[in-house]
């Protein structure tokens, strides 16, 4: 074997290494990347959650005072902030209106609700 034939295999050995430590890199930053929009989505269902939980019971309450008191809630707002979020809710007859900015982008979210509670539910990216 020569010299020349050594340095062949020694840079062929080289490149492979170099291949291998960039498929790495590239893994890791996919890695740290998904992650990172793991822990956005965690965050914004339990945004989510809460925004259901409070419709929940503001449709409860509503329902109680229009079966019981004839009440027209109608266009009743309620303003409250959940993690760190100002979220809008307004009564609109036969569904909740949740309102509230994701980075500057508008979301509406309708929670429909009847005498047994929230029975539907939809997103509106504005």
Same mark, same amino acid.
Request: hydrophobic share 40%.
């Given at each position: 074997?020569?010299? *020349?034939?050594?340095?062949?295999?020694?840079?062929?050995?080289? %490149?492979?290494?170099?291949? %291998?430590?960039?498929?790495?890199?590239?893994?890791?930053?996919?890695?740290? !990347?998904?992650?990172?929009?793991?822990? %956005?989505?965690? !965050?914004?269902?339990? *945004?989510?959650?809460?925004?259901?939980?409070?419709?929940?019971?503001?449709?409860?309450?509503?329902?109680?005072?229009?079966?019981?008191?004839?009440?027209?809630?109608?266009?009743?707002? =309620?303003?409250?902030?959940?993690?760190?979020?100002?979220?809008?809710?307004?009564?609109?007859?036969?569904?909740?209106?949740? !309102?509230?900015? #994701?980075?500057?982008?508008?979301? !509406?979210? =309708?929670?429909?609700?009847?005498?047994?509670? #929230?029975?539907?539910?939809?997103?509106?990216?504005?």
């Amino acid at each position: 074997m020569g010299i *020349t034939q050594k340095n062949g295999y020694a840079s062929m050995a080289a %490149l492979m290494i170099f291949a %291998l430590l960039i498929e790495l890199s590239l893994l890791s930053a996919q890695f740290v !990347r998904q992650s990172a929009y793991l822990k %956005l989505a965690i !965050r914004q269902s339990e *945004t989510d959650l809460a925004i259901y939980d409070y419709a929940k019971s503001m449709a409860e309450d509503h329902s109680y005072q229009k079966r019981c008191f004839n009440s027209d809630l109608n266009g009743e707002i =309620h303003q409250i902030q959940i993690d760190g979020k100002e979220i809008e809710f307004e009564d609109q007859e036969s569904y909740i209106e949740a !309102r509230y900015e #994701i980075d500057g982008q508008p979301i !509406r979210m =309708h929670l429909f609700y009847d005498e047994n509670g #929230i029975v539907a539910l939809k997103y509106f990216n504005d």
